[in-house]
């Protein structure tokens, strides 16, 4: 069977779309959300769709196989959120192994079934780490601008532990993905070199920045340019753009990573921008054309989709996709 090395040389891989999009298209309860045991949680957790790996796991794996229908090489662990950091709002926080070890083999078993049935068209898990909703970079007080809400010894240990789950759990890579800080990012990378070296064993790693408005920085301040820099010393499979902005809003940023990347790059943009409802209306042909001129123009290796996008988009990317060839990497010099 091919590695994901020796598919992506050949041509453009294809990641799955948006999880929370299809978890609202379910039409949930309250109750759902609540796994055996926590039937009488103190707060709220309508909205914790990790939780739903464990309470209703059958649906998680179901959205899984609708991208993996639809054509995704990579599908992504429903663990955006799954670190103790992200869990505390929730008070969920002891639940962080379980879930990612439950959403780990909820992927894993909708790729190998996959697989199985057409071992010329492997299938791979990429876990996956969200930012936290905390910035190690910035004060959440404009009145004590030295203050912070999280420290990067704090985000180590967090992502320690979720990466240790992950690789329980048998993912094929690592995605450390919609990073709006460096730092917070930078923690995320340290931690797993010391899982890593730890248990003797690696897999690629994947990252993907978001720039957050028109200004083409992070929330945090970084250009593309400084912010590929400042991941220099990670050893990449990937690095590329997601969330934030649409497809058509990219291509600068984009064109840069293309240029100057030692690594593959990927892209997985909304559909589209939201609109005054909070919704994204962007067609799949639309987001396919637009991702397509990216493909046309030698700029990608991955593609896929973020907020707002459903299987039909990625298959929509596939399709598009199978006219290309994957961006060659530069000399850089």
Avoid: W
Avoid at 47 to 66: F, Y
Avoid at 160 to 182: N, P
Avoid at 270 to 299: H, K
């Amino acid at each position: 069977m091919k590695t994901i090395e020796e598919l992506a040389s050949q041509r453009i891989l294809i990641l799955d779309g948006a999880m929370g999009t299809m978890i609202q298209q379910l039409g949930l309860t309250e109750e759902d959300f609540h796994p055996k045991g926590m039937e009488q949680h103190e707060i709220l957790l309508k909205g914790n769709n990790e939780l739903l790996s464990l309470s209703r796991p059958e649906a998680i794996k179901r959205i899984h196989e609708q991208y993996l229908e639809a054509g995704a090489d990579i599908v992504e662990t429903n663990t955006f959120s799954a670190t103790t950091i992200a869990q505390a709002e929730h008070k969920c926080e002891h639940l962080v192994r379980e879930l990612n070890l439950a959403s780990a083999r909820l992927a894993r078993e909708a790729c190998d079934a996959f697989t199985k049935a057409d071992p010329s068209k492997p299938r791979f898990v990429a876990g996956a780490l969200g930012p936290t909703n905390k910035t190690a970079s910035l004060s959440p007080d404009v009145n004590d601008p030295g203050y912070r809400a999280v420290h990067f010894d704090d985000l180590v240990t967090a992502y320690s532990e979720q990466v240790e789950a992950l690789l329980d759990g048998r993912v094929d890579l690592l995605l450390v993905e919609t990073i709006f800080d460096t730092l917070n990012a930078k923690a995320a990378f340290f931690a797993i070199d010391e899982v890593f070296e730890k248990r003797g064993e690696r897999v690629p790693l994947m990252c993907s920045v978001t720039i957050t408005d028109a200004s083409g920085r992070t929330l945090s301040g970084q250009t593309i340019d400084a912010f590929m820099i400042s991941m220099g010393h990670v050893d990449l499979f990937s690095i590329g753009l997601n969330c934030a902005l649409g497809a058509a809003q990219m291509r600068p940023y984009l064109q840069v990573l293309a240029e100057h990347a030692n690594c593959l790059v990927s892209v997985y943009p909304n559909a589209g921008l939201p609109d005054q409802f909070g919704e994204y209306r962007e067609t799949p042909e639309v987001t396919a054309s637009l991702v397509g001129e990216f493909m046309r123009d030698g700029l990608v290796n991955i593609v896929g989709g973020c907020c707002g996008t459903t299987p039909q988009h990625i298959a929509a990317l596939a399709k598009e996709a199978a006219k290309h060839a994957p961006r060659k990497l530069p000399v850089i010099v």
